[in-house]
């Protein structure tokens, strides 16, 4: 009598994501660093995809990124973990943010939502101490290839310059 293979369902682990400028057509991939932020990988690979407005940093620079109801799309702040303040060029960060720093039509003040900048950088010489202090985040995802930064970079740059209304960020599974 043959044995037969017992089945087993095995669940692999994401290792990349893919963050899109929507309108503008650009994208890059990133490494999901389970290493040094496993929560923060697991909290967001099992949200993904999805997307919000893009904005573009005033203070931190070379910084675009979209503001997210922390409980209705990812059910939960990470832990704090692999935290930074001085992000390097490809990273991909959850940034905590305290109550009043969000623009009223993403958190109303008279009924404020927990919300969460996933935020992505695109060229050095970043700083994440802005008027109200130090905003230090989890880094959870980096670019692994130098070109494919430069190369996003200028599509970051161009919304930039050339404004960045209906542009959405997305960040997906790749």
């Excluded at 935020?119 to 970043?126: H, I, L, V």
């Excluded at 230090?136 to 919304?159: L, M, R, W």
Aim: aromatic content about 12%; hydrophobic content about 40%; overall charge positive.
């Amino acid at each position: 009598m043959a044995k037969t293979a017992k089945k087993t369902k095995t669940k692999t682990r994401l290792d990349y994501v893919r963050v899109r400028l929507v309108k503008h057509g650009a994208s890059i991939r990133l490494k999901l660093r389970w290493d040094n932020s496993p929560d923060t990988c697991k909290v967001v690979s099992a949200a993904l995809p999805f997307q919000g407005r893009m904005w573009h940093a005033k203070y931190a620079s070379s910084e675009i990124y979209t503001l997210l109801p922390v409980k209705k799309i990812f059910g939960r702040d990470p832990a704090r973990e692999w935290e930074c303040m001085y992000p390097s060029m490809g990273d991909l960060m959850w940034l905590f943010h305290p109550p009043g720093l969000i623009p009223g039509d993403v958190s109303p003040p008279d009924n404020p939502v927990r919300v969460v900048d996933i935020a992505y950088f695109y060229a050095r010489g970043t700083s994440l101490y802005g008027p109200w202090g130090a905003n230090p985040g989890n880094i959870f995802a980096t670019a692994t290839s130098v070109e494919d930064i430069e190369e996003f970079g200028k599509a970051c740059q161009y919304v930039w310059m050339n404004g960045f209304a209906k542009e959405i960020l997305r960040v997906e599974a790749a």
